[in-house]
């Protein structure tokens, strides 16, 4: 079955900087989510991704799925206090369809 | 437009009592998952359903069971509650497989002591 690595654990960062948390998958990836979640509430939809290659962005917030649809980076320019919050990539666990899976989470603290 | 609604939103339940969560949503969605969140495992699946009157098994179903009787409905039972099923549980729904946004809920923290 599908599993979904996400590196790092957890990155600090000070306000301002630039940084990237990545998304790794054992077979090819199809729909691949990120979602950002703070703490003690529920999570919001980032964006989608599906074709190879495919890039999008909202915000200072930039999503890729590489070619080959086995990684995935999520990148944050100049960061911000706002952005704090774990973030999570999701995508099909395999097997039948509705095996919706998650990885374990990118906890990110943005220093003012 | 209220989305994916959870009830209830705390509990706290004895070693060995039941309950049942309720998750609705008003989208109209065929897909719905259940989710356990804890602490360095993120997100984990525990039943999903593809459509009315169908559920699937995810990651972790032991001790759960899961029912889809109307199509904007999925309740997840716990019949006999353990400390290790002390979480936060989030429900989801989807209007496509791998096609389309999952929405969530706000989650529901259980206790069990």
């Known amino acids: 079955s599908q599993e979904l690595e996400q590196s790092p654990q957890s990155l600090i960062v000070q306000e301002g900087k630039n940084l990237t948390i990545n998304c790794t998958s054992s077979?090819?990836?199809?729909?691949l989510y990120w979602y950002k979640q703070k703490y003690g509430e529920g999570l919001i939809f980032l964006m989608m991704l599906q074709k190879g290659g495919e890039e999008k962005s909202h915000e200072k917030i930039t999503a890729k799925l590489d070619e080959k649809k086995q990684q995935s980076s999520l990148h944050i320019t100049a960061s911000q206090p706002s952005h704090a919050g774990i973030y999570l990539c999701g995508a099909d666990g395999g097997g039948s369809q509705g095996n919706l899976i998650f990885g374990k989470g990118t906890k990110l603290s943005v220093k003012p | 437009n209220a989305g994916v609604t959870q009830t209830p939103k705390f509990r706290v339940l004895k070693t060995g009592q039941s309950m049942t969560l309720l998750c609705a949503q008003d989208m109209n969605h065929e897909y719905m998952y259940w989710y356990r969140q804890d602490p360095g495992m993120g997100l984990r699946l525990i039943h999903y359903?593809?459509?009315?009157?169908?559920?699937a098994k995810g990651e972790v179903p032991d001790g759960y069971n899961v029912s889809r009787l109307k199509k904007q409905n999925f309740l997840l039972g716990l019949e006999s509650a353990a400390p290790s099923q002390t979480s936060v549980y989030f429900c989801?729904?989807?209007?496509?497989?791998?096609?389309?946004?999952?929405?969530f809920g706000q989650g529901t923290r259980l206790t069990v002591v």
């Open positions: 359903s593809v459509g009315e009157g169908t559920t």
């Open positions: 989801a729904s989807s209007y496509m497989w791998a096609r389309a946004e999952a929405f």
């Open positions: 077979k090819t990836l199809y729909g």
